[in-house]
């Protein structure tokens, strides 16, 4: 059974940085790709960061660009998400998702076969 499970979330103020890690099990892991997806109140699902099965390529919304780092250890089965210089508008719950395939197009939803719980990330002074 494929579990994924969120971690690192919490209230930050503007300008500070978080982790996220993702322990993922069930599944072989160094397979397929991983995103980072949010969701912020009163929106809709929006796609962060995904990262292929290699590690090798990466995508981030425009709007993390510089301040997102996503990368994953293939040993500790554990997809990670740094994010730095926070703002208010990154308050979302921060969800992790493995795509159905090793390769990735992060605006193809359908293709997110398994989801975490989330983790709430709180950006406030």
């Known amino acids: 059974e494929v579990h994924l499970v969120e971690s690192g979330g919490g209230l930050v103020q503007p300008g500070g940085s978080l982790r996220?890690?993702?322990a993922a099990s069930g599944f072989t892991f160094s397979s397929y790709a991983m995103l980072w997806v949010?969701?912020?109140?009163g929106k809709g699902l929006e796609w962060v960061s995904g990262i292929d099965n290699s590690g090798s390529y990466t995508i981030y919304l425009d709007s993390v660009k510089g301040?997102?780092?996503i990368s994953r250890d293939d040993a500790k089965n554990t997809?990670?998400?740094?994010?730095?210089?926070l703002k208010p508008e990154d308050t979302a719950v921060y969800y992790c998702?493995?795509?159905r395939?090793?390769?990735l197009n992060p605006g193809e939803m359908s293709n997110y076969d398994y989801w975490g719980q989330g983790t709430q990330v709180t950006v406030s002074s």
């Not at 949010?38 to 109140?41: E, G, S």
């Not at 997809?79 to 730095?84: E, N």
């Open 20 to 22: 996220l890690s993702c």
């Open 38 to 41: 949010r969701q912020a109140p």
């Open 67 to 69: 301040r997102f780092n």
């Open 79 to 85: 997809l990670y998400l740094q994010m730095d210089s």
């Open 97 to 99: 998702a493995k795509y």
């Open 101 to 103: 395939f090793m390769m």
